[in-house]
């Protein structure tokens, strides 16, 4: 590789981390519980690299870790002397987690129902998101859980995963009933707790939804009367977007010399605000927001007492509706390409937010292609946003050029050569739509993109496998509105769109005579191209 030229210049090569394979999110633990779940969790480990995966619900009733009696079903519930935690139900989740080859990013929540101040706040599910009616016992949970691991994988492996110290507590009353400080208390509680087990088990907070650009999270609790003057701003994008409750948290801890190991937090580049007349305005900010948001939390770090902690983004996607349509769409894919490609190196992970429709916040999706945040929908048929990840998958450790139109790379351990590219139109924002047929219109965006580069000093006659995911191609969510968008499918319509789903567009390069590999690809708008060397 030492004659290794790419558009007659040698490369500088840099460190390619894979922030988009370190962590992917799905909804709850009981989920993981199911056959469907666990044969896509596996797909999704197998084809995109995914090394560990966060969820809710751990603690949930669901899951029957936290007992103050023994249960019962048309009999007396009796109580018992003193909780009791049992992980039967969590072993078999984690169990299966760590032998498909990846790890559990661990979300510390919900708050079980005997445990909890008030119950059933958010979701179908009936999620218990308050402050414990006993702080001792909350952190006696979680030392049982952590000790609990530890005995069951090892110290060596369970200092690799994460400890997360619940979820978006921000959005009270829905994930948390307290106050800030209530979540602060309990974040220091917790982390003492895990920390006196073993210092080097890494714990971090504070888990908080989205940036905003006004006051509304500044108080113990929200205020939607700061909100206001965002809702009626002409241009969102002009305005000073900041992270949720983080520099408050870092001065906290810090005050009380409290470890944070990490900093995690939750990126959607679409939200809403309420006006003055209460009625919630929906906000799309534009495709580097990602970019911008995670340029001001490296440097809010950087200001800090907690420098070295770690970035999290521990869910991540274009919007936080699970009935978005957008996600079922070639634009998201695009849009996911660029994010990811443009924000290399600003965190260690940028969770997606979900791999699998098998998702049931809100009950189960109505129909096979409902906006949900899945990779794959319910029944396992990819979504072009699983090929994207695939796409991303297949790049290497190593990056060798990076463009506006994507990148060039080389594996360290094999030397091969591989890229990807794409043609997103500028810097469009993508809003969240209530329904398929709204999505359609992005699909005139933009002009098409001529994709050229040569790359000299390879061997003669190497083969490289290119692959096109564009509206033609791999576009299933369209295949299924052509078919009428049935509720229900039949076997041969489900065959059917699993068949559209794959069908990329794909072709051979070959390297010449003299060692040069000519890429010339015109990409049509929303296309995603990789280009990789064949096995």
Known sequence: MNNLRIDGDLPRETPLPHSWAACVGAGRANEALRADWQRQFTEAVAACGFRAVRFHG?????????????????GRNSPLAAPVHTFSYVDKVFDFI???GARPFVELGFMPRELATKQETVFWWGAHCSPPNDMGRWAELVARAVEHWIGRYGLDEVRQWRFEVWNEPNLVPHFWTGT????????????????????????????????????????????????????????????????????????????????VDFVSTHLYPTDFAYGADGEAVQIARYADATFDDLTVLRQLLADSQYPDAEVHITEWSTSPSARDFIHDTVFAATYITRAYLKCVGLADSISYWTFTDVFEEG???????????????????HKPTFHAFRMLNGLGDRLLLATDEGVVTRDSRTSAL????????????????????????????????????TISGLEPGTTFLAEVLDWEHGNVAEAWY???????????????????ADALRRFTLTVTGDGTLEIDVELPPWAVMSVRQAD
């Open 180 to 259: 800030k400080t209530e979540y602060f208390e309990l974040y220091e509680r917790t982390v003492t707790a895990i920390k006196a087990i073993d210092a080097g088990l890494k714990v971090g907070g504070p888990a908080t939804s989205v940036f905003v650009p006004d006051d509304r999270y500044r108080g113990e609790v929200e205020d939607r009367s700061a909100m206001h003057a965002t809702a009626s701003a002409s241009d969102v994008d002009a305005l000073d977007w900041r992270p949720v409750w983080i520099e408050d948290f870092l001065g906290w801890c810090a005050k009380r010399d409290l470890p």
């Open 363 to 381: 009950g189960a999706g109505l129909g096979p292609f409902h906006g949900g945040f899945g990779l794959v929908n319910e029944s396992g048929i």
């Open 98 to 100: 760590v032998e498909s």
């Open 482 to 500: 052509q078919l009428g968008s049935p509720l229900n499918l039949s076997r041969a319509q489900s065959e059917y769109l699993s068949g559209v």
């Open 58 to 74: 751990v603690f949930h009733d669901d899951m029957f870790v936290y007992r103050e009696s023994y249960g019962h079903g048309f």
């Open 418 to 453: 591989s890229a990807v590219f794409f043609n997103y139109p500028g810097k469009l924002a993508l809003k969240s739509t209530g329904s398929y047929p709204e999505t359609r219109a992005l699909a005139e965006a933009g002009p098409h993109r001529r994709v050229r580069h």
